[in-house]
């Protein structure tokens, strides 16, 4: 998988999981949990960072992508919880899985 695909995918789930927080506590109930809130955040994060390191060719980008990978997919199994309740987080779900597969695959290569 070409890097440029990986970026796209973690800068997506930045934007989503950056949406969701806005949106939870906006809306309230279930989305505006703090354990929810904080996991978002600490994606959207770490989403950002590893498509920065990409985005400048570094060669430790490999790291900031495995650590990307394994808190997209808590994000994203935390976000398909309330999916049903919440489209907002369902997308976000979505852009979580796809940003820990190109990871991934980046990893990989």
């Known amino acids: 998988?070409?890097?440029?695909?990986?970026?796209?995918?973690?800068e997506q789930a930045h934007r989503a999981c950056t949406e969701s927080v806005i949106h939870g506590l906006q809306h309230g109930g279930k989305a505006?949990?703090?354990?929810?809130?904080?996991l978002l955040l600490d994606c959207a994060d770490i989403n950002e960072t590893a498509a920065d390191f990409m985005l400048r060719s570094s060669r430790?980008?490999?790291?900031?992508c495995q650590v990307a990978a394994e808190v997209s997919d808590k994000c994203a199994t935390a976000c398909e919880k309330l999916s049903k309740e919440d489209v907002r987080l369902k997308?976000?779900?979505?852009?979580?899985?796809?940003?820990?597969?190109?990871?991934r695959k980046t990893i990989k290569n």
């Open 1 to 10: 998988m070409p890097l440029s695909e990986c970026i796209e995918a973690c």
């Open 60 to 64: 430790l980008h490999h790291l900031t």
């Open 32 to 38: 505006a949990e703090w354990e929810l809130v904080q």
């Open 91 to 103: 997308e976000c779900a979505e852009a979580c899985r796809r940003a820990a597969t190109a990871c």
